[in-house]
């Protein structure tokens, strides 16, 4: 009898243990696929809106009307309701919290890991802020640093990550709980990799699992996910949500050359330029001669491929093809008229040197960055919101434009069309003054003359 109870209590032992390893394998299997459905709602999200949304922040209370744990990104300058409604424009309350599920469109349950513990998500806002459309392009790279523990040691990764999303495993360590509330964090000196992970900075620890009170940084079980720059816009640009500098700027070229034959038939037909846009409504208005183009009048692109909504949306304003016209050339309703006047919109080179100074009109968009592009307060390659001292190089103003960018932006000539020429990523020392990413085209007056019947 002895021998039998000693059997079953060993058959039991193994049964428990057994029990335990496979449900412990399937919190792990459910915590990697649901981090894989967040980074596939991380791309589509990213490929609408060109940003990320921001954590919820965990840990404190966020400024109301954000509510913590609702589901919906945490953001400054948020509009009362239910729920509250995010400014996108504006900063994060925190970068490190957790999954705005609501926001991405997804449930609760998918921000929840295996254990039933909220997802730390954290996204980089420096050295490009990913959380604002403004300072989106499709070469921005990530700024979380995410290192690799080995039998070797820790192992520093190369490649900065944009995206961390961390599951803190059986033990729970540092997690938001559902109820709101934070486990206890890991303590540094036993447990320095969970530890790193917990702290709110932008250090992040890979590494296997193990039980092991022996190894160097002490028992591990985090499921740390990290998405690259790659991850998330490589997949963003395969379906074209997301498009390429290279490609954004071939298609800018195309619409102002569609655009510009739109304004040579307006002539042919009417005798006359059309007047700019000036109140935004796509139609020419009398006595304007800069400003957007009216693209309702001649049937054409109203936005440059970097606009991220259509007309008459308030956030694609700053992304109108922009034009300039020659006041004698769109007074005048009279064949003789038309021909007798002169262009007198002045173009030069970077260089300065006089391209024309008899332009009829200019067709022109201020690029990815509408503004600026270049290292200033708000950071490197952050575009530019304020004339403010930045190292090493004070910027340029307005608002830090670079040189042969300040008249286009400002409409006035002498126009600048120069080489596209942009700040490489992670420079210290760009000089502000260098960096132009307008595209800018204009005709010669007797094209559209040999052309009026």
């Known amino acids: 009898m002895a021998i039998v109870v000693l059997l079953v ?3 039991l032992t193994f049964g428990v243990g057994l029990v335990q390893s496979q449900m412990e394998n399937s919190a792990i299997t459910v915590t990697k696929k649901r981090q894989e459905a967040i980074r596939d709602a991380l791309i589509g999200y990213l490929g609408k809106y060109h940003r990320l949304p921001c954590p919820e922040s965990a840990l404190a209370t966020p400024p109301a009307p954000n509510v913590s744990f609702d589901g919906i990104e945490d953001r400054a300058g948020a509009t009362a309701g239910t729920p509250p409604i995010p400014n996108p424009a504006t900063l994060c ?45 499709s070469g921005n790279q990530g700024g979380i640093t995410v290192n690799d523990r080995s039998n070797a040691g820790l192992i520093p990764n190369t490649t900065p990550a944009v ?15 559902i109820k709101g509330t934070r486990n206890a964090l890991p303590v540094g000196a036993s447990n320095p990799d969970e530890f790193e992970n917990t702290d709110n900075d932008s250090i992040f620890v890979r590494g296997e699992l193990t039980d092991s009170t022996t190894a160097a940084s002490g028992p591990f079980d985090d499921l740390v996910m990290a998405f690259l720059a790659a991850d998330l816009v490589a997949p963003a640009m395969l379906n074209k949500s997301v498009l390429s500098f290279d490609e954004q700027v071939s298609l800018a070229l195309k619409d102002i050359d569609s655009i510009q034959s739109a304004l040579i038939g307006f002539a042919i037909r009417n005798n006359r330029l059309p007047y700019a846009d000036s109140t935004g409504d796509g139609l020419e208005d009398i006595g304007s001669f800069a400003g957007n ?41 009279t064949k003789a008229g038309f021909i007798a006047a002169a262009g007198d919109i002045v173009v030069r080179d970077a260089a300065g040197a006089t391209l024309t100074s008899t332009a009829p009109f200019i067709v022109y968009t201020r690029g990815r960055n509408n503004v600026a592009f270049f290292n200033n307060a708000a950071g490197a390659g952050a575009p530019c919101t304020a004339v403010a001292p930045a190292t090493p190089l004070a910027p340029v103003a307005p608002n830090c434009l670079g040189t042969n960018e300040v008249n286009n932006f400002s409409g006035t000539a002498p126009f600048i069309k120069a080489a596209l ?10 000089p502000p003054t260098a960096g132009y990413d307008d595209i800018l085209d204009y005709v010669a007056k007797g094209t559209i003359d040999a052309k009026l019947p």
């Open 93 to 137: 309350v925190a970068t490190f919290g957790t999954l705005p599920f609501v926001t991405l469109g997804m449930s609760r349950e998918m921000a929840l890991d295996g254990w039933n513990n909220f997802f730390t998500y954290q996204v980089s806002n420096t050295p490009y802020d990913w959380t604002r459309s403004a300072s989106f392009n």
């Open 9 to 11: 209590g060993i058959m």
């Open 421 to 430: 020429n942009l700040p490489p990523f992670f420079t210290t020392n760009f």
């Open 163 to 177: 995206v961390i999303l961390a599951s803190h495993g059986k033990n729970g360590s540092g997690a938001f709980t």
């Open 293 to 333: 183009i009216p693209w309702q009048t001649l049937g054409v692109a109203a936005n440059d491929p970097w606009a991220l909504s259509t007309p008459p949306a308030a956030a694609a304003v700053a992304n109108r093809y922009r034009y300039r016209v020659t006041p004698a050339l769109a007074a005048t309703g």
